[in-house]
C-alpha cells in the first residue's frame, strides 16, 4: 500500500497550490479520503473529506468557500484545491484513506508566507 502526497511548496498570501494524493496497492473506490493538516506544536486537524464515490465532501470552518477537495477513481487520486491561501493554512498537509483498513500518507509541507 502506497499514498503518496505531492503538490506542496512555498506561496504568497493570496496564492493557490493544488494538492495530488496517489494511492496504490488498496481498492481505492472503495475507500473514503480526507486531508489532514498539522502545523508546529499543534495537533492534526481534519481539512477536508470525500466519500468513495465523490458525492459527498466536508470541509473544516477554517477553509469552507477556499478549499476544495475532489478525487478521480480512474487515475486512484485525490485532490485538494487551495485557494486564497493564508499565512494560518502553514502546516503539513496528510492524506488518509478510510475503509475495511485506515491508510497515511508522509505528507507534504504547505508554507503561505510574504
Known amino acids: 500500500v502506497q499514498i503518496v502526497e505531492s503538490g506542496g511548496g512555498l506561496v504568497q498570501p493570496g496564492g493557490s497550490l493544488r494538492l495530488s494524493c496517489a494511492a496504490s496497492?488498496?481498492?481505492?473506490?472503495?475507500?473514503?479520503m480526507r486531508w489532514y493538516r498539522q502545523a508546529p506544536g499543534k495537533e492534526r486537524e481534519l481539512v477536508a473529506g470525500?466519500?468513495?464515490?465523490?458525492?459527498?465532501?466536508n470541509y473544516a470552518d477554517s477553509v469552507k468557500g477556499r478549499f476544495t477537495i475532489s478525487r478521480d477513481n480512474a487515475k486512484n487520486t485525490v485532490y485538494l484545491q487551495m485557494n486564497s491561501l493564508k499565512p494560518e493554512d502553514t502546516a503539513r498537509y496528510y492524506c488518509?484513506?478510510?475503509?475495511?483498513?485506515?491508510?497515511w500518507g508522509q505528507g507534504t509541507q504547505v508554507t503561505v508566507s510574504s
Open positions: 488518509r484513506a478510510i475503509g475495511i483498513f485506515v491508510y
Open positions: 470525500i466519500t468513495s464515490d465523490g458525492g459527498n465532501t
Open positions: 496497492g488498496f481498492t481505492f473506490r472503495n475507500y473514503d
